[in-house]
C-alpha cells in the first residue's frame, strides 16, 4: 500500500463528498454569516471573513500538495490575489527590517515592495541569486527575509532553494518561494528548507483565466497562525466562487502541466535553432546556466519560455502582434497560449532598477494546444 499520489491529492485532499447530499464537488458556499446555536458556540464556521467552507477545501488541498498533511503543523492560507499573499508577507515585517530579492523578479512583487513597503520603513536590496556568494553578499543584519522566483519571472533562472533557505536561516531570516512558475507538481520548496511558499493561483494552479487568486504554504505552525491572524485581521480573502474554481483547476494540475512541459521543450528547442532568434531562455535546454540545478530541484521544467529576437525591439512588437494563437495578453499560465513585452507590460515598473529587462524581451506562456499548431503560429510571426 502506497501513499496517494499527487493527482489523488489534487482530486480528494479536502473534498470529500458532501455529508448533507453526497455531492461530490464541494459546494459554493455563498453565505456571508453562519447561525450559531449560542452566542460563541457555531459548528466552526461564523464570519465567512474568517472562514468559508469552500475556501478551507482550497486551503487544505494546497497545502496537501506541498507536502503539508490535515494532521501536520502549518497549513495553506488562500487570498485574494497573489500580490494579496506577497502584502500579507509583508505585514510580518516591522520598520528597519531588510528584504533580499532577485535581480530578475515579477514586476508587481517589486512595486509593492520598492514602492510601499518602503514606505512603512522596511527596506530591501536586490542581488543575483543564482550564486552562493550572491545570496551571502546580499544578506545584512537586518535581513529578515529573502524572496525567492524560481524559475525567475521573466529571464527563467534557476536558484539553488536549499542553499537560499540555508543562508537564510543562518541570518535568522525567512525563505520565501513564489512557486507560481513550477507549481507543486514540479517543485515543492518547503521540502528544500524554505519557511513559505506563494503562489499567484490565478495563473496555473486555476489554469483557466478566469478568476484571481493566491495562496501561502507553510509547514510552520506558529507561522500558520500568524497568516491566519492577519487573513482574518486584514481581509484579502477570495470568494467561495473565485475558491471553487481555483479547487476545480487544481484537478487537472498534472494532466495540464504534463501537456505544457512537452509543448514548451518543443518550442523552445525550435526557437533555440531559429537564426531569426538571438538568445533563449529555458531551463530545459541542456545550454541553459539553469538546466542542471533545475533538474536536480525539478521534475519538469515549465511552460514559460522567454527569447529575444535578431531584430531587436521592432521585431519583437511586430512578433508579438502577428500571432493569431498566441493572444498578445498579460498573465499566464492558462490552457489557451499567451505571448507579451515584459518591458511594456508586466514589468513595466522595474525600468530603471537593477531588475530592468531587455526591451525586446518576448515572454510565452505555452498552452495546451497542439504543438504543431504552435509551432506554425510562432514560424509565421517570426516572419
Same mark, same amino acid.
Request: net charge negative.
Given at each position: 500500500?502506497?501513499?496517494?499520489?499527487?493527482?489523488?491529492?489534487?482530486?480528494?485532499?479536502? !473534498?470529500?463528498?458532501?455529508?448533507?447530499?453526497?455531492?461530490?464537488?464541494?459546494?459554493?458556499?455563498?453565505?456571508?454569516?453562519?447561525?450559531?446555536?449560542?452566542?460563541?458556540?457555531?459548528?466552526?464556521?461564523?464570519?465567512?471573513?474568517?472562514?468559508?467552507?469552500?475556501?478551507?477545501?482550497?486551503?487544505?488541498?494546497?497545502?496537501?500538495?506541498?507536502? *503539508?498533511?490535515?494532521?501536520?503543523?502549518?497549513?495553506?492560507?488562500?487570498?485574494?490575489?497573489?500580490?494579496?499573499?506577497?502584502?500579507?508577507? &509583508?505585514?510580518? #515585517?516591522?520598520? &528597519?527590517?531588510?528584504?533580499?530579492?532577485?535581480?530578475?523578479?515579477?514586476?508587481?512583487?517589486?512595486?509593492?515592495?520598492?514602492?510601499?513597503?518602503?514606505?512603512?520603513?522596511? $527596506?530591501?536590496?536586490?542581488?543575483?541569486?543564482?550564486?552562493?556568494?550572491?545570496?551571502?553578499?546580499?544578506?545584512?543584519?537586518?535581513?529578515?527575509?529573502?524572496?525567492?522566483?524560481?524559475?525567475?519571472?521573466?529571464?527563467?533562472?534557476?536558484?539553488?532553494?536549499?542553499?537560499?533557505?540555508? *543562508?537564510?536561516? $543562518?541570518?535568522?531570516?525567512?525563505?520565501?518561494?513564489?512557486?507560481?512558475?513550477?507549481?507543486?507538481? #514540479? !517543485?515543492?520548496?518547503?521540502?528544500?528548507?524554505?519557511?513559505?511558499?506563494?503562489?499567484?493561483?490565478?495563473?496555473? #494552479?486555476?489554469?483557466?483565466?478566469?478568476?484571481?487568486?493566491?495562496?501561502? =504554504?507553510?509547514?510552520?505552525? $506558529?507561522?500558520?497562525?500568524?497568516?491566519?491572524?492577519?487573513?482574518?485581521?486584514?481581509?484579502?480573502?477570495?470568494?467561495?466562487?473565485?475558491?471553487?474554481?481555483?479547487?476545480?483547476? =487544481?484537478?487537472?494540475?498534472?494532466?495540464?502541466?504534463?501537456?505544457?512541459?512537452?509543448?514548451?521543450? *518543443?518550442?523552445?528547442?525550435? /526557437?533555440?535553432?531559429?537564426?531569426?532568434?538571438?538568445?533563449?531562455?529555458?531551463?530545459?535546454?541542456?545550454?541553459?546556466?539553469?538546466?542542471?540545478?533545475?533538474?536536480?530541484?525539478?521534475?519538469?521544467?515549465?511552460?514559460?519560455?522567454?527569447?529575444?529576437?535578431?531584430?531587436?525591439?521592432?521585431?519583437?512588437?511586430?512578433?508579438?502582434?502577428?500571432?493569431?494563437?498566441?493572444? /498578445?495578453?498579460?498573465?499566464?499560465?492558462?490552457?489557451?497560449?499567451?505571448? $507579451?513585452?515584459?518591458?511594456?507590460?508586466?514589468? /513595466?515598473?522595474?525600468?530603471?532598477?537593477?531588475?530592468?529587462?531587455?526591451?525586446? /524581451?518576448?515572454?510565452?506562456? *505555452? &498552452?495546451?494546444?497542439?504543438?504543431?499548431?504552435?509551432?506554425?503560429? #510562432?514560424?509565421?510571426?517570426?516572419?
Amino acid at each position: 500500500m502506497t501513499e496517494d499520489q499527487f493527482e489523488t491529492i489534487a482530486i480528494h485532499a479536502g !473534498q470529500q463528498p458532501d455529508p448533507a447530499t453526497g455531492a461530490v464537488v464541494v459546494p459554493i458556499y455563498a453565505t456571508s454569516t453562519y447561525v450559531q446555536e449560542a452566542p460563541g458556540v457555531h459548528k466552526g464556521y461564523e464570519y465567512s471573513r474568517t472562514d468559508n467552507p469552500t475556501r478551507t477545501a482550497l486551503q487544505i488541498q494546497l497545502a496537501a500538495l506541498e507536502g *503539508v498533511g490535515e494532521t501536520d503543523d502549518g497549513g495553506c492560507v488562500a487570498t485574494s490575489s497573489g500580490l494579496a499573499a506577497t502584502a500579507m508577507i &509583508g505585514y510580518l #515585517l516591522k520598520p &528597519g527590517d531588510h528584504i533580499v530579492l532577485p535581480d530578475d523578479a515579477y514586476g508587481g512583487t517589486f512595486r509593492l515592495i520598492a514602492q510601499v513597503l518602503t514606505k512603512h520603513g522596511i $527596506e530591501w536590496s536586490a542581488s543575483d541569486l543564482t550564486t552562493e556568494g550572491g545570496i551571502r553578499a546580499a544578506v545584512r543584519a537586518t535581513t529578515k527575509l529573502i524572496w525567492v522566483e524560481t524559475p525567475t519571472n521573466p529571464l527563467l533562472r534557476i536558484i539553488d532553494i536549499a542553499l537560499a533557505a540555508n *543562508v537564510a536561516h $543562518e541570518a535568522g531570516a525567512w525563505l520565501v518561494v513564489d512557486n507560481t512558475f513550477a507549481t507543486p507538481y #514540479l !517543485q515543492l520548496p518547503l521540502s528544500l528548507g524554505a519557511d513559505m511558499v506563494l503562489h499567484s493561483s490565478t495563473k496555473y #494552479l486555476g489554469g483557466h483565466s478566469d478568476t484571481v487568486g493566491g495562496a501561502i =504554504v507553510t509547514n510552520d505552525a $506558529e507561522l500558520h497562525e500568524r497568516l491566519r491572524f492577519l487573513q482574518n485581521a486584514t481581509g484579502p480573502i477570495p470568494g467561495p466562487f473565485d475558491a471553487y474554481l481555483v479547487l476545480r483547476g =487544481v484537478k487537472t494540475l498534472a494532466l495540464r502541466m504534463d501537456r505544457h512541459n512537452q509543448n514548451a521543450e *518543443v518550442i523552445a528547442r525550435f /526557437l533555440d535553432d531559429d537564426p531569426r532568434v538571438a538568445n533563449v531562455w529555458y531551463p530545459g535546454l541542456p545550454g541553459d546556466p539553469g538546466h542542471e540545478m533545475a533538474r536536480r530541484q525539478m521534475t519538469g521544467f515549465g511552460g514559460m519560455i522567454s527569447f529575444t529576437p535578431s531584430g531587436g525591439l521592432e521585431a519583437a512588437n511586430t512578433i508579438a502582434t502577428r500571432t493569431r494563437l498566441f493572444f /498578445l495578453a498579460e498573465s499566464l499560465g492558462g490552457v489557451e497560449s499567451l505571448i $507579451e513585452l515584459p518591458a511594456g507590460m508586466t514589468h /513595466l515598473s522595474v525600468e530603471g532598477t537593477a531588475l530592468e529587462v531587455p526591451e525586446d /524581451l518576448v515572454r510565452l506562456s *505555452v &498552452g495546451v494546444e497542439h504543438v504543431d499548431d504552435l509551432l506554425f503560429d #510562432l514560424d509565421r510571426a517570426l516572419g
